[in-house]
Structures are given as C-alpha cells and as structure tokens.
C-alpha cells in the first residue's frame, strides 16, 4: 500500500534559522507529492507540489525536490519567520488510479520564535 | 472566488444520534473528497466523487457512514447512530480533476464533530 512518513514533531526553531522537516513516502506506482500546510484556526493550504522525479516544487521561500532514488520530498526553507508557526503535511497521490485520493503523513507541528 | 465551504463549523452531539454534514465545492470543481483528521488517525481518506461516476467509498470506516453528492456539486457525509470515536475533524476537498494524481485539492475549513 502507500504511505507517508514524516520527521516526528514538533519542532521549535527561533526566527531566521534554517528549516527541514524530513518525508519518505512508499508508493506502488508513481505519485506526485504534495506538502500542505495547516495555520492555527485555518483549513489546510496547498505550500507546494512536484509531480515528476528531480522536479522541485517552491513557493512561499519553502523548496522540496521529489527524489525517487530515495523515495524522499524533504521541506527546506532558509530562514524561517514566525509567521511560518503552522502543521506541515507531507502526501502523496498516485496517477492512473480513481481519483487523486492524498495519503498524508502525520503532521508537523513547527513553532518559530521571535 | 470563493472557495470550499463547509457546515456547521462545529456539531455537538449525543452518542447514537444522526449527524449531517454539508459541503460545497468550488464551482466548476467535478472532483470532492472527504477526509477526516483525527488526533489518533491523523488525516484519513473517506469517500471520492467525480462527476456523475460511482463514489470509491473505500475509505469509509463502517457502514453507518455514508454520503451523497446531490447535481454534482453540494455533498452530504452522514453519521448514523454516532459514536464517541467518530469525533473528529470532518474535512471536503474539491478539485477540477484534470488530470489524475496531479491535481491540487481545495480543502474546506472543515467541521468538527464532538460526540458526547
């Protein structure tokens, strides 16, 4: 089956130091990727996707490159802010099957502090 | 525009009653998901509909669980005869279904049931 698994939480990082948060998925077939991110009070939010190996999908200054030699979609971002304080999801989907159904890991608490 | 809307923001129930929860995609949106957060489970999928199709209910946890999308657009997830460990975060995603396996999902604000 597919899964997720993500670096356990949570994480506490003072502004401006650096940012990784670990994801290793297995998947029978060929996913894309996903990390969403969930803000206090807020519903999830797509942060960003990559949909082919070697693609790496940005936004926000958060980067994640899709590595399919070892099975990995890590965060990054160079300096984090407190307005970064949120759960970050790492998921996958799979294409060809019904739909495009996300199988998520289990969430990062990340909490930046000024 | 606007995006994926969901009602109530919170329910609150007896243990074995009914529940009703609605959502609504985003206009055009032929993909709807269910999913639900759950400080035990995490984030689970529940049930898909695209367009006029069969729903993969294959996530669905047991059969007092069901839903309808009624015209392809507004959704209905029911819980029958509720129980404590159905208390969670009820999340509806929507998407234009483009193509498979790549498409980004709208994720609604959800709404969370509490079962007393």
């Known amino acids: 089956g597919n899964s997720v698994t993500q670096m356990e939480g949570p994480v506490t990082l003072s502004e401006e130091a650096f940012l990784t948060i670990n994801c290793t998925y297995t998947a029978t077939g060929y996913p894309s990727l996903f990390w969403y991110v969930q803000y206090p009070g807020e519903g999830l939010q797509l942060l960003l996707k990559?949909?082919?190996?070697?693609d790496k999908g940005s936004n926000k200054g958060f980067e994640a490159t899709y590595r399919k030699e070892t099975t990995s979609f890590h965060l990054e971002k160079g300096s984090v802010q407190v307005s970064d304080s949120a759960v970050y999801f790492c998921?996958?989907?799979?294409?060809?099957?019904?739909?495009?159904?996300?199988?998520f890991g289990e969430g990062t608490q990340l909490t930046v502090n000024p | 525009g606007a995006g994926v809307s969901q009602s109530p923001s919170n329910k609150v129930t007896e243990k074995g009653k009914d529940v009703e929860l609605r959502c609504d995609p985003i206009s055009g949106h032929t993909a709807l998901y269910w999913y639900r957060q759950s400080l035990g489970q995490g984030l689970e999928f529940l049930i898909y509909f695209q367009g006029n199709s069969a729903p993969d209910k294959s996530g669905l946890p047991s059969d007092r669980f069901s839903a309808e999308r009624t015209g392809g657009s507004v959704s209905t997830l029911t819980i029958q005869r509720t129980q404590q460990e159905d208390s969670a975060v009820y999340l509806c995603?929507?998407?234009?279904?483009?193509?498979?396996?790549?498409?980004?999902?709208?994720f609604g604000p959800g709404t969370r049931l509490t079962v007393l």
């Open positions: 995603a929507s998407s234009l279904q483009l193509a498979k396996g790549t498409d980004t999902q709208y």
């Open positions: 990559a949909t082919k190996a070697d």
């Open positions: 998921a996958l989907s799979i294409t060809g099957t019904s739909g495009s159904r996300l199988t």
